[in-house]
């Protein structure tokens, strides 16, 4: 009998935790954690200023080639135009696995080129390499990212926040692992980053979907626990970042500090298990007493979607829009581009490419990112034509990385802090980062003492903080039915930015002064020879014409800031509160793998 017993008990066990296993596999807040290391693979683009050195002078090329490679990575980074029309027809995993394909392809091409396990190829095929390897990112922001913002859309300020920020801290994040891995051997990195984000992604691509399920009260503690383990880590980055400075790490050293990045990255898994369990610890109670909730099942019955139901029922304000929507769907979109909704509303996409406000957003990204995303490529250069050393090279980008961290998460939740409290709005504060990135520009074009160091903190900073103002500007204005499409034709604009001021600006400019200091010396390039230039004058023009340009864009903004003060004074969210209170769903594991809703029906 005492077996028989035990073997219930155990059984009753075995069914809670396969319950509490199958609830956190299935809940939100894995599926938000899963993002959050997605994202964290998904800024090694930023990093190409540790390796550039080794294409250049690999494959013998000059600054302006390597600017117009730059450019096509950027090209590739920015391009979502087809991820954001996929998205649109497929699932989330559909995307992310293309994109992951796509990573590992691409700089896996490059390697085999860099080490010479294949023939050198042509410009024009490295520009593709490069392109598809950079061009997993808008998949990955569209199937994690987009998908985080609609399954908590009155939160999307600190969702992007902290999402973009651990995307932010991806670089210093694959630096610390770099160099545990394989010491200081630059092109074993870009085969780093061929396998390590397309693994990551192909491991939670059934974990990322759409989960319609309406927000719950401890969510928002969940997401400043994210954002205090995110912090934990950019701090302990940024004092490795500081003792490598003074310090030559070994190999060795390198691992541990890698170890203890690897434990604060996975850090907020216990966070999650732990809230699943008091959420399915409550929600078990709740289905022995149900008192208030009742359980319904997700498929909607004939009643549900009945137009003559009253308003009080929760699904029934569902079925009243669908007329309305099938109304809309026979009007040809052609007919309605220049008859746009109010601002907050969901816009076709044609209507919101054709609106004014994008088309302020659009120059203003331009010559904001455009600017310092050229400084952000080019650190490689800027630090060998001033003289630091090698060292410092690794540190500028560390540091990029770090406060592209700082700048997202500060960004994202000043912002959604500052609308929810103040009614501060959105689009004055990217003029704000606009004009503090001057300062970085000025800083590199003057040569002032030690001020790549700072100018590395400032931009940055600023190209993080204008990423998720950007997206969750566009998610304000146009709506979030879209989204996917809208937000990734905006970031075309970043790429059209870095060709101007990188490619066609600094690249040519650099290059000119180089020719100069040869025939200085009455030297003559030879084909294939990499062409360097040392001295402030480098890039002392590129930096004053990228500094007008970004004041310039500036300026562009503040007509954004004036188009849309009525509706940031409005209250922005009102719909989706209003979508809330008619039920408080609660996800629940059933024990057999499925999930089942309990709902806790009000009338409004």
């Known amino acids: 009998m005492v077996p028989r017993c035990c073997g219930r008990g155990g059984g009753g066990r075995w069914a809670d935790m396969k319950g509490l296993t199958f609830q956190v596999l299935n809940g939100r807040r894995f599926m938000m954690f899963a993002c959050l290391l997605i994202m964290n693979t998904a800024g090694l683009s930023y990093i190409f200023g540790l390796y550039s050195n080794e294409i250049k002078s690999a494959l013998g090329y000059d600054q302006t080639t390597l600017n117009l490679i730059s450019f096509y990575k950027d090209l590739g980074?920015?391009?979502?135009?087809?991820?954001?029309?996929?998205?649109?027809?497929?699932?989330?995993?559909?995307v992310l696995a293309v994109g992951a394909s796509f990573n590992f392809f691409g700089y896996f091409m490059i390697w085999l080129s860099v080490t010479g396990r294949i023939p050198k190829p042509h410009v024009w095929q490295m520009c593709l390499y490069i392109c598809l390897g950079s061009n997993s990112q808008p998949f990955v922001n569209t199937g994690a990212l987009v998908t985080c913002i609609k399954n908590f859309p009155e939160s999307r300020g600190i969702v992007i926040g902290v999402l973009k920020g651990y995307t932010g801290l991806s670089g210093a994040v694959i630096t610390q692992l770099y160099h545990a891995l394989y010491g200081d051997e630059a092109k074993s990195l870009i085969l780093l980053i061929a396998w390590?984000?397309?693994?990551?992604?192909?491991?939670?691509?059934?974990?990322?979907?759409?989960?319609?399920?309406?927000?719950?009260?401890?969510?928002?503690?969940?997401?400043?626990?994210?954002?205090?383990?995110?912090?934990?880590?950019?701090?302990?980055?940024?004092?490795?970042?500081?003792?490598?400075?003074?310090?030559?790490?070994?190999?060795?050293?390198?691992?541990?500090?890698?170890?203890v990045v690897l434990?604060?990255?996975?850090?907020?898994?216990?966070?999650?298990?732990?809230?699943?369990?008091?959420?399915?610890?409550?929600?078990?109670?709740?289905?022995?007493?149900?008192?208030?909730?009742?359980?319904?099942?997700?498929?909607?019955?004939?009643?549900?979607?009945?137009?003559?139901?009253?308003p009080t029922n929760g699904k029934a304000k569902i079925s009243?829009?669908?007329?309305?929507?099938?109304?809309?769907?026979?009007?040809?979109?052609?007919?309605?581009?220049?008859?746009?909704?109010?601002?907050g509303e969901d816009f076709t996409i044609l209507q919101a490419l054709f609106s004014i406000d994008m088309l302020v957003i659009f120059f203003a990204t331009i010559c904001g990112l455009g600017g310092t995303l050229t400084a952000i490529d080019n650190l490689g250069q800027i630090g060998t034509s001033m003289g630091y050393p090698k060292q410092s090279i690794s540190t500028f980008v560390s540091l990029v990385s770090i406060w592209n961290y700082l700048g997202r998460v500060v960004a994202g939740i000043t912002s959604e802090m500052f609308i929810t409290k103040y009614k501060f709005?959105?689009?004055?504060?990217?003029?704000?980062?606009?004009?503090?990135?001057?300062?970085?520009?000025?800083?590199?074009?003057?040569?002032?003492?030690?001020?790549?160091?700072?100018?590395?903190?400032?931009?940055?900073?600023?190209?993080?903080?204008?990423?998720?103002?950007?997206?969750?500007?566009?998610?304000?204005?146009?709506?979030?039915?879209?989204?996917?499409?809208?937000?990734?034709?905006?970031?075309?604009?970043?790429?059209?930015?870095?060709?101007?001021?990188?490619?066609?600006?600094a690249g040519h400019l650099y290059d000119r002064e180089a020719e100069k200091q040869l025939a200085a010396l009455g030297l003559k390039r030879?084909?294939?020879?990499?062409?360097?230039?040392?001295?402030?004058?480098?890039?002392?023009l590129s930096f004053v014409i990228i500094t007008a340009a970004t004041l310039f864009g500036a300026l562009v903004s503040l007509i954004l800031v004036l188009r849309t003060r009525k509706f940031y004074k409005s209250d922005i969210y009102k719909k989706f509160r209003d979508d809330e209170n008619v039920a408080q769903t609660h996800e629940v594991a059933d024990g057999n793998g499925g999930v089942r809703q309990l709902v806790e029906v009000q009338d409004k």
Request: hydrophobic letters at 45%; a positive charge; aromatic letters at 12%.
């Open 77 to 94: 980074a920015n391009i979502g135009i087809f991820s954001g029309l996929i998205n649109e027809v497929t699932p989330p995993w559909f």
């Open 196 to 259: 390590l984000p397309a693994t990551v992604t192909l491991a939670f691509l059934r974990t990322i979907r759409i989960m319609k399920v309406g927000q719950q009260s401890n969510e928002l503690k969940l997401f400043y626990s994210f954002l205090y383990s995110s912090l934990c880590l950019a701090g302990f980055l940024m004092v490795v970042i500081i003792i490598e400075k003074r310090v030559s790490f070994t190999k060795g050293e390198y691992g541990g500090s890698a170890a």
């Open 425 to 505: 709005p959105r689009p004055l504060m990217l003029t704000l980062i606009l004009l503090l990135s001057c300062v970085g520009h000025l800083l590199i074009a003057f040569n002032v003492p030690n001020g790549v160091y700072v100018a590395s903190v400032i931009i940055g900073f600023c190209f993080g903080a204008q990423w998720p103002l950007l997206f969750a500007i566009i998610s304000e204005i146009f709506g979030l039915k879209y989204y996917s499409t809208l937000f990734n034709f905006a970031a075309v604009a970043s790429p059209i930015g870095s060709y101007l001021l990188n490619v066609r600006v």
């Open 526 to 540: 030879k084909p294939g020879e990499d062409l360097n230039c040392t001295g402030v004058d480098c890039f002392k």
């Open 263 to 310: 434990f604060l990255l996975f850090l907020p898994i216990a966070v999650v298990i732990m809230d699943e369990y008091k959420l399915w610890k409550r929600n078990k109670d709740a289905m022995n007493n149900p008192g208030q909730l009742k359980i319904i099942s997700q498929e909607a019955t004939p009643e549900s979607t009945a137009p003559s139901l009253p």
């Open 320 to 343: 009243l829009a669908e007329p309305s929507a099938q109304k809309d769907q026979q009007v040809s979109c052609w007919k309605t581009v220049f008859q746009p909704p109010n601002r």
